[in-house]
């Protein structure tokens, strides 16, 4: 038997068929955000009109459109990916839509980071003026960065120094001729791991044959000047953020004592043998690097209350004022130089480093020794001298090698020998047990 249905609430409950249809026929109310509800930032659209028409784009945001914009690249509708935001075949096209994907995306990140409330107008306006820019490349990047770098560091550094930073960009064109084929690149195709073929290709001795600390250096310009193109607008990130490397550590060699007495005993029949070792040897004397080297006068040179000799000068790279004591060798040298025809009125006649260290190389050979000997390795020899022979503190060694601080002394001129440690902790062990002992 069928159940009644005036006992069933629920039919009990039912709307007459004309009151569903009212209801079904009724605009709908739009659904009730909630309080807390974040809105979606502005979105940029692209879309082609036409079969072979012009890229567009329209800025949306929170139901409202502003009126689209042109992006001056054609195409056909089946050539165009709206998911990837590709042009298939059409590689420049390709990188001018990034581009203004990327800088669009930098426009909202600032005003997230700033807190301001979107304005589409304005949004519009920029992106259409960042647009007309062309596409940067990496050469043309590298060139505004070291422009920028030179103008800052001109009043500051030397022209060594300069020069230094405007070659370092030597090997890049030809790493890009090979790596790529072609003459230059645009900033948006430099991957990661693009930067470890630059880094192999510095290391290779058909090309460059860098050691990996020095070819590491040369990564960390390339950082440098990714963070300058994102600091101008070029690039939304910095490509090579996460790329990290490890520099293999390796002191700095030095002679010992008796190799030095080997060098100082050499019998010499070149002339300029015999000049280059003399130079040598004072340099080491005065612990002073290359260039500052090259430029002593004899005014530099002071007298003590006690009839000691001194030497005062500037360096030249870091600006700050050295002291360093003299020993009798060096006195001797000035006077047998003092009338060189190439002193023109500095202490010593020195040529150029590239022409010292080649004939230094063979003084090396010559005094076998087991690394190639250079002008730098007088003054890491003299560091290790006031370190380790002498026992100076490092603040000392530092004032005398005109250093910041002594901190820079002991990370790259401190070369402590095993006696010099063990002797130094000996010394500290009986003065702490000195103290320690009782008095009777």
């Known amino acids: 038997m069928a159940p009644r249905r005036w006992l069933n609430p629920l039919f009990a409950m039912k709307k007459p068929k004309g009151t569903i249809l009212a209801e079904k026929l009724a605009p709908k109310a739009p659904p009730k955000l909630r309080k807390n509800t974040p809105l979606a930032p502005p979105t940029l659209n692209l879309f082609i009109r036409g079969d072979r028409g012009t890229l567009n784009a329209q800025i949306t945001y929170n139901g409202s459109k502003l009126p689209f914009f042109s992006s001056g690249i054609r195409c056909s509708p089946e050539d165009f990916d ?30 997230e980071i700033t807190s301001k409330p979107y304005n589409l107008e304005a949004i519009r306006d920029e992106l259409l003026n960042i647009e007309t820019k062309p596409i940067l490349t990496l050469l043309e990047a590298a060139r505004q960065f070291y422009a920028s770098k030179y103008e800052a560091m001109s009043h500051e550094f030397t022209e060594g120094t300069l020069k230094a930073v405007r070659t370092k960009m030597t090997g890049v064109p030809d790493f890009v001729r090979e790596y790529l084929g072609r003459d230059d690149m645009p900033l948006q195709e430099f991957t990661p791991g ?15 044959g860098l050691r990996p600390s020095t070819a590491n250096r040369h990564i960390k310009t390339f ?44 019998v010499l029949a070149s002339p300029s043998l015999q000049l280059e070792r003399d130079l040598f040897l004072a340099q080491f004397g005065s612990g002073a690097a290359d260039v500052d080297f090259r430029n002593l006068r004899p005014e530099d040179i002071k007298r003590h209350t006690d009839g000691t000799p001194y030497l005062v ?3 030249q790279k870091t600006n700050l004022r050295a002291v360093v004591p003299l020993e009798e060798e060096f006195m001797t040298l000035v006077a047998k130089y003092a009338t060189h025809p190439r002193s023109r009125g500095r202490l010593f006649p020195v040529g150029t480093n590239q022409h010292r260290n080649r004939e230094l190389k063979t003084l090396g050979e010559l005094a076998r020794l087991p690394f190639q000997l250079t002008t730098h390795i007088a003054r890491t020899t003299a560091a290790s001298r006031l370190l ?52 009777s």
């Open 313 to 315: 000068y500037t360096r």
């Open 223 to 266: 950082k440098g000047i990714f963070d300058f193109a994102v600091a101008n607008g070029w690039l939304v990130t910095n490509p090579l953020t996460g790329y990290r490397h490890r520099n293999d550590y390796r002191p700095k060699p030095h002679l010992t004592a008796e190799q030095l007495e080997a060098m100082r005993g050499l």
């Open 388 to 439: 380790n022979d002498l026992r100076l503190p490092p603040g000392v060694v530092a004032a005398i090698l005109g250093h910041s601080n002594s901190i820079v002394t002991e990370k790259t001129y401190a070369h402590h020998e095993d006696e010099t440690l063990v002797e130094r902790v000996n010394q500290a062990r009986k003065g702490s047990e000195a103290t320690l002992r009782p008095t």
């Open 82 to 111: 709206r998911e990837k935001n590709v042009i298939r075949g059409d590689r420049t096209a390709t990188l001018r839509i990034q581009t203004l994907v990327n800088r669009f995306n930098l426009i909202l990140a600032h005003y």
């Open 194 to 208: 693009i930067a470890h073929d630059l880094k192999a290709y510095f290391m290779g001795k058909e090309h460059r």
